[in-house]
C-alpha cells in the first residue's frame, strides 16, 4: 500500500515565497516521474511542473523562472520551490506520483491538495 502526503501551502504576500512538499511511503520500488497540478476556482486542473527520476524537467510558461521542481529519491519526496508568488498563483496544489511497485509495473498516486494563497 502506497501514502502520499503533501504539505507546505498556506497563506503569502504577493512576491513572497512557499515551498510544497509531497511524500511518498509504503511499499514500492522507486518514484518514475513527479508532477505538479493546480486547480483555481473556476477554472480547469493545470499541470504546473514535471520532473523525471534523471532530474529532465518541463513547467507551464506561467511558472517559468519563478518556480522549481525537484526531488530527493532517498525520500521519495518531491518538492515545489515557488518564488515571486502572484495572486494568479492562488490555487489548491495537488502532486502525482508515477510509483513503480514492482518491476515493468507503475501506478498513479496523487496527494490530497494543499491549498496555496497569494493576496496582500
Known amino acids: 500500500q502506497v501514502q502520499v502526503v503533501e504539505s507546505g501551502g498556506g497563506l503569502v504576500q504577493p512576491g513572497g515565497s512557499l515551498r510544497l512538499s509531497c511524500a511518498a511511503s509504503?511499499?514500492?520500488?522507486?518514484?518514475?516521474?513527479m508532477a505538479w497540478y493546480r486547480r483555481a476556482p473556476g477554472k480547469q486542473r493545470e499541470l504546473v511542473a514535471w520532473?523525471?527520476?534523471?532530474?529532465?524537467?518541463n513547467y507551464a510558461d506561467s511558472v517559468k523562472g519563478r518556480f522549481t521542481i525537484s526531488h530527493d529519491n532517498a525520500k521519495h519526496t518531491v518538492y515545489l520551490q515557488m518564488n515571486s508568488l502572484k495572486p494568479e498563483d492562488t490555487a489548491l496544489y495537488y502532486c502525482?506520483?508515477?510509483?513503480?511497485?514492482?518491476?515493468?509495473?507503475?501506478?498513479?498516486?496523487w496527494g490530497q491538495g494543499t491549498q496555496v494563497t497569494v493576496s496582500s
Open positions: 520532473i523525471d527520476r534523471s532530474a529532465s524537467t
Open positions: 502525482s506520483l508515477e510509483i513503480m511497485l514492482r518491476y515493468a509495473y507503475t501506478n498513479d498516486y
Open positions: 509504503g511499499s514500492f520500488l522507486r518514484l518514475t516521474a
